[in-house]
C-alpha cells in the first residue's frame, strides 16, 4: 500500500479500501499515519528528504509499533524504514494486521503481513 498522502488512517470506515481491516478487534479510527516536514540544518537545500513519517494510536485495543504496544494517550511515534505496525494485537499473534513500513524510489509504502 503506498503512502502518497499527507495523512492515511487504518480503521474499519476509511474511505481508502486499501487502508480498511473489517475486524471487530480493529476501532472505528484505529491509527493514523501522518507525514510531516522536519526541521533540517540545510535550509536551502529542503526536498522530500526532510519529510518524516508518524504513527499515532487513536483506538481503544491499542497499535503495535516494534511489539511496543501505543495507547491513545502516548505522543506519535517517528517512523523509520522496516518498521513493524500491528493493529489490535502484537505482531506475532496469529489475529495481527501487521504491515511493515518501507521505501523505494523515494516512495514510502505498507508492506502488508509481515
Not at 487504518?10 to 510531516?36: G, Y
Not at 509499533?65 to 502484537?90: C, M, R, T, Y
Request: aromatic share 8%; net charge neutral.
Amino acid at each position: 500500500m503506498l503512502l502518497t498522502s499527507d495523512e492515511h488512517c487504518i480503521d474499519r470506515l476509511v474511505e481508502d479500501t486499501n487502508f480498511r481491516i473489517m475486524s471487530p478487534a480493529v476501532s472505528a479510527r484505529h491509527c493514523q499515519i501522518t507525514r510531516k516536514r522536519v526541521a533540517t540544518k540545510d535550509l536551502e537545500h529542503q526536498s522530500d528528504c526532510c519529510f518524516s513519517m508518524f504513527l499515532k494510536d487513536t483506538s481503544t485495543n491499542g497499535t503495535y509499533w516494534n511489539w511496543e504496544k501505543q495507547s491513545k494517550s502516548a505522543p506519535e511515534v517517528k517512523l523509520s524504514h522496516g518498521d513493524i505496525i500491528s493493529v489490535a494485537f502484537a505482531p506475532h499473534n496469529e489475529l495481527a494486521f501487521a504491515f511493515v513500513l518501507g521505501s523505494r524510489h523515494r516512495q514510502l509504502y505498507l508492506l502488508a503481513g509481515c
